[in-house]
């Protein structure tokens, strides 16, 4: 697992984070989960890019536990078991992309 805080006074806006995933010959996608929304536990046979766009998610990773706010991204790898679910009020929407084991 790989975790990238975003560092920046200004935020990145959702057309900036697509760019950057497409500029590693990622091919980018949205999604949004409405506030208090739970993914329970799963794997995936690719590694999963998920940047923040707004709001919050809370994600658990093989019992790590850790919150992603705007700007920031995680990169779980493949077969690695993980949770997540939104934090606050607002939803929170992401940019995500798969690579290819």
């Known amino acids: ?7 920046a006074p200004l935020t990145p806006t959702k057309s900036q984070i697509q760019m950057i995933l497409a500029n590693e010959d990622l091919d980018p996608y949205e999604e949004t989960y409405e506030p208090t929304r739970k993914v329970k536990d799963h794997r995936s046979p690719f ?6 766009v707004s709001g919050e998610m809370l994600f658990n990773i093989s019992g790590t536990q850790f919150l992603l706010r705007t700007g920031d991204r995680v990169e779980i790898p493949a077969n690695t078991k993980h ?3 939104v934090q606050g009020d607002a939803p929170c929407v992401c940019i995500c992309a798969q ?3």
């Open 83 to 85: 949770s997540h679910h």
């Open 1 to 7: 697992m790989l975790i990238t805080r975003w560092q």
């Open 47 to 52: 590694c999963e890019i998920r940047v923040v």
């Open 99 to 101: 690579r290819a084991i």
